[in-house]
T-cell receptor
Framework: DVKVTQSSRYLVKRTGEKVFLECVQD?????MFWYRQDPGLGLRLIYF???????EKGDIPEGYSVSREKKERFSLILESASTNQTSMYLC???????????FGEGSRLTVL | QKEVEQNSGPLSVPEGAIASLNCTYS??????FFWYRQYSGKSPELIMF????GDKEDGRFTAQLNKASQYVSLLIRDSQPSDSATYLC???????????FGSGTRLQVQP
């Protein structure tokens, strides 16, 4: 079975803290994505990676960075968390070519 | 920025009825179209995808695609209370690996 695992389901952080969200997939997929989901706004793409050490900005990359040192792992980094980054963060992966995205269970981040 | 539009709902239908969910998209060159279901507090799960104009059926679900009019719809026959969820329409735009999502339509099936 396809498996995308996000390290933390719930996190509470303080404004200004550095936050790491980790995502691991076991399907040998080339492409990995980070989305955030907010009520009424749907899923918005933050960053994606199409290969190890390769990344591209999505639609809302400001305030975020990413790291992909190994094919199976894609990390989202909030260098200095702010309250407007309180959200549900969803990691997804996808093999090359056409086809669906496979989602992790999500990480709900609250920044106080 | 490419857009995918959905009515936020809630769409309320009685048990056993047909639920019709609609989605329009802005990129005429979009290649593939997906319907995801998302229960509250859970991550999206794929219901079905469609690439070609026309209808595609899978059990109680039918996806309909009309590229000329730039809309895609999902029909759910014999709706069940367990179908109550938010339905997300997603589109893969030309030359893009990621999917662009609509904001979702909340469906409520009344017993």
């Amino acid at each position: 079975d396809v498996k995308v695992t996000q390290s933390s389901r719930y996190l509470v952080k303080r404004t200004g803290e550095k936050v790491f969200l980790e995502c691991v997939q076991d399907m040998d997929h080339e492409n990995m994505f980070w989305y955030r989901q907010d009520p009424g706004l749907g899923l918005r793409l933050i960053y994606f990676s199409y290969d190890v050490k390769m990344k591209e900005k999505g639609d809302i990359p400001e305030g975020y960075s990413v790291s992909r040192e190994k094919k199976e792992r894609f990390s989202l980094i909030l260098e200095s968390a702010s309250t407007n980054q309180t959200s549900m963060y969803l990691c997804a992966s996808h093999p090359s070519g056409i086809g669906e995205l496979f989602f992790g269970e999500g990480s709900r981040l609250t920044v106080l | 920025q490419k857009e995918v539009e959905q009515n936020s709902g809630p769409l309320s239908v009685p048990e056993g009825a047909i639920a019709s969910l609609n989605c329009t998209y802005s990129d005429r060159g979009s290649q593939s179209f997906f319907w995801y279901r998302q229960y509250s507090g859970k991550s999206p799960e794929l219901i079905m995808f469609i690439y070609s104009n026309g209808d595609k059926e899978d059990g109680r679900f039918t996806a309909q695609l009309n590229k000329a009019s730039q809309y895609v719809s999902l029909l759910i026959r014999d709706s069940q209370p367990s179908d109550s969820a938010t339905y997300l329409c997603a589109v893969r735009d030309t030359g893009r690996r990621a999917l662009t999502f609509g904001s979702g339509t909340r469906l409520q099936v009344q017993p």
